[in-house]
């Protein structure tokens, strides 16, 4: 069960609501839940995250990339148009 964070997540639907390509640096120190925000976030969503740790450094980051449905079918849309032309 995912308890807490939810002016997290609440900011995070909204960036998701957008019918646009978002990126979010998720940072802070280790073993702070970054990860499992991010998880918790795009259950049934489509978007990714990916997750980097620097190993001389405490600070952590995940990078979320949303790339939400609509924007995807605007982007095969302008890839098609530009290959026909």
Do not use: D, P, W
Request: aromatic content about 10%.
């Amino acid at each position: 069960m995912f308890i807490g964070r939810s002016e997290e997540l609440g900011l995070l639907e909204k960036l998701y609501a957008k019918n646009s390509l978002n990126v979010v640096l998720v940072s802070g120190e280790y073993k702070i839940g970054k990860t499992a925000l991010l998880q918790e976030f795009l259950q049934k969503k489509s978007a990714a995250y990916f997750a980097a740790r620097n190993a001389l450094s405490t600070v952590n980051y995940s990078i979320c990339l949303i790339l939400h449905r609509n924007f995807l079918r605007h982007l095969l849309n302008m890839l098609k148009n530009i290959k026909s032309s």
